[in-house]
């Protein structure tokens, strides 16, 4: 009968090592959790063995980017790669979990979901991941050694998991709150997806009438009027279409450097900060903004405590995932507060970012000892701001865009319409004062 060594966790999140003899993989699962604890690792004795002599005899996955024939066949660039698409993760942290709280070893489950991952960079991070499990440290720790992949609120979760003995719980309630970020993150992106449309073509049609359009208009004014001067609007316009037209690089060096310059700023200090305010003020677009970042800070630290991480260690994560520096300031001054043994609340409302109604729900959880409930009610009542948010702005952005084209071309039109206009008038004129 083939002999098993499991890892695992007792009711005290104590990691407990063993061997027992039993007929099947499944009838080990069964026996461990008979003994009162959770399986993390179960594998064949044999199949241990033949593990850990592998990389001795062929440098198993260590020697996958070694040279073949000469050739080297696994070129990392560095600054490339190493990256997977939030989408991606979701879908594996959903799988896993679902592997887990099915019964599957970790272990195992990982190894499933690696042979049919089509995504090359979390294949590879995956097999990884066994490897790491395989060699005896914790899932933890093999997926803090791939930081650009899973930050450190996974991290955390599935350490505090791991801890109390409870993985899947932890694993399932990472996978909702990735799948609850995704949506709301979808939501935004699709609303967006029509104003930025409109701007597009609005540039499109703005350059063929500057660079083609208006152009014919002023050999026609050259020969009309016979050196009467043209409206002022009209010469506004053209001088802008030759300045356009004749420093057509030029144009284009002003307009990149101009991005270029916005882009580095914003990653300074003092730029992000006060980039990060003007996203939060702005008439449209900043209801939304606001009400994703209560969203995410409220679920994330909820989240976070539920699942059995200390509350200044979940503040330091909702910080430097909050993605707004005006948000990471005020969590910090709850860390602060926390950590003098004050309330939540106080610092809070001090901030500016959060309205009253999420204050008092804070206060009244805090108080009675289900702030992280409450944290998730305040989470899903501003996912269904976010959802109105969200109807509201792009039923406004529609005929805000649709104006704003409107007004681009037709200004265009009425200046190259003036001066016929205009000579049309004075042809009037000579001919009434021809027939007295």
């Known amino acids: 009968m083939p002999k098993f060594s499991y890892v695992a966790m007792d009711q005290k999140g104590k990691e407990q090592k063993g061997v027992i003899e039993v007929a099947s993989q499944n009838e080990a699962i069964g026996r461990v959790k008979e003994m009162g604890l959770f399986p993390t690792k179960i594998v064949e004795v044999t199949t241990t063995k033949a593990a850990k002599g592998a990389p001795k005899k062929s440098g198993g996955r260590a020697g996958a980017g070694k040279k073949k024939g000469g050739v080297n066949?696994?070129?990392?660039?560095?600054?490339?790669?190493?990256?997977?698409?939030?989408?991606?993760?979701?879908?594996?942290?959903?799988?896993?979990?679902?592997?887990?709280?099915?019964?599957?070893?970790?272990?195992?489950?990982?190894?499933?979901?690696?042979?049919?991952?089509?995504?090359?960079?979390?294949?590879?991070?995956?097999?990884?991941?066994?490897?790491?499990?395989?060699?005896?440290?914790?899932?933890?720790?093999?997926?803090?050694?791939?930081?650009?992949?899973?930050?450190?609120?996974?991290?955390?979760?599935?350490?505090?998991?791991e801890l109390g003995g409870v993985l899947e719980v932890v694993l399932n309630r990472l996978a909702e709150f990735q799948e609850k970020a995704q949506k709301i993150k979808g939501k935004?992106?699709?609303?967006?997806?029509?104003?930025?449309?409109?701007?597009?073509?609005?540039?499109?049609?703005?350059?063929?009438?500057?660079?083609?359009?208006?152009?014919?208009?002023?050999?026609?004014?050259?020969?009309?009027?016979?050196?009467?001067?043209?409206?002022?609007?009209?010469?506004?316009?053209?001088?802008?279409?030759?300045?356009?037209?004749h420093?057509?690089?030029?144009?284009?060096?002003?307009?990149?450097?101009?991005?270029?310059?916005?882009?580095?700023?914003?990653?300074?200090?003092?730029?992000?900060?006060?980039?990060?305010?003007i996203k939060l003020k702005m008439p449209v677009l900043g209801p939304v903004i606001s009400k994703v970042a209560i969203s995410r800070f409220t679920r994330t630290l909820g989240t976070l405590v539920s699942s059995g991480v200390p509350i200044l260690q979940a503040l330091t994560i909702v910080r430097d995932t909050s993605g707004n520096v005006i948000v990471a300031n005020a969590v910090m001054a709850v860390h602060e507060s926390v950590k003098e043994g004050e309330t939540i609340t106080a610092p809070l409302e001090a901030s500016g970012v959060f309205p009253p109604m999420v204050i008092s729900m804070v206060d009244v959880g805090e108080q009675t000892g289900a702030l992280p409930e409450m944290m998730m009610k305040i989470a899903d009542n501003y996912d269904d701001?976010?959802?109105?948010?969200?109807?509201?702005?792009?039923?406004?952005?529609?005929?805000?865009?649709?104006?704003?084209?409107?007004?681009?071309?037709?200004?265009?039109?009425?200046?190259m319409f003036l001066p016929l206009i205009d000579l049309m008038n004075n042809l009037g004129g000579d001919g009434g004062g021809g027939a007295d």
């Open 247 to 277: 420093n057509m690089v030029a144009t284009a060096i002003v307009v990149v450097s101009a991005v270029v310059v916005f882009l580095l700023a914003i990653k300074t200090k003092i730029g992000r900060r006060i980039w990060d305010k």
């Open 73 to 161: 066949i696994n070129i990392k660039i560095p600054g490339l790669g190493g990256r997977v698409k939030s989408k991606v993760l979701t879908t594996f942290t959903r799988q896993l979990a679902t592997l887990v709280d099915a019964g599957l070893p970790l272990l195992r489950g990982m190894r499933v979901l690696e042979k049919q991952e089509r995504n090359a960079t979390l294949k590879s991070t995956i097999g990884d991941l066994a490897l790491s499990v395989e060699g005896g440290s914790t899932f933890s720790e093999a997926l803090a050694q791939h930081p650009k992949i899973f930050n450190r609120l996974y991290v955390n979760m599935v350490k505090a998991g």
């Open 188 to 245: 935004v992106i699709a609303a967006m997806f029509y104003p930025v449309a409109v701007l597009v073509v609005a540039i499109a049609i703005l350059g063929v009438l500057i660079v083609v359009v208006i152009p014919k208009f002023k050999e026609v004014f050259a020969g009309l009027g016979e050196g009467r001067p043209l409206p002022a609007f009209t010469t506004l316009v053209l001088n802008i279409s030759d300045t356009v037209r």
């Open 385 to 415: 701001e976010v959802d109105n948010a969200v109807a509201a702005m792009t039923s406004l952005l529609e005929p805000i865009m649709i104006i704003f084209l409107a007004v681009i071309v037709g200004s265009i039109v009425i200046a």
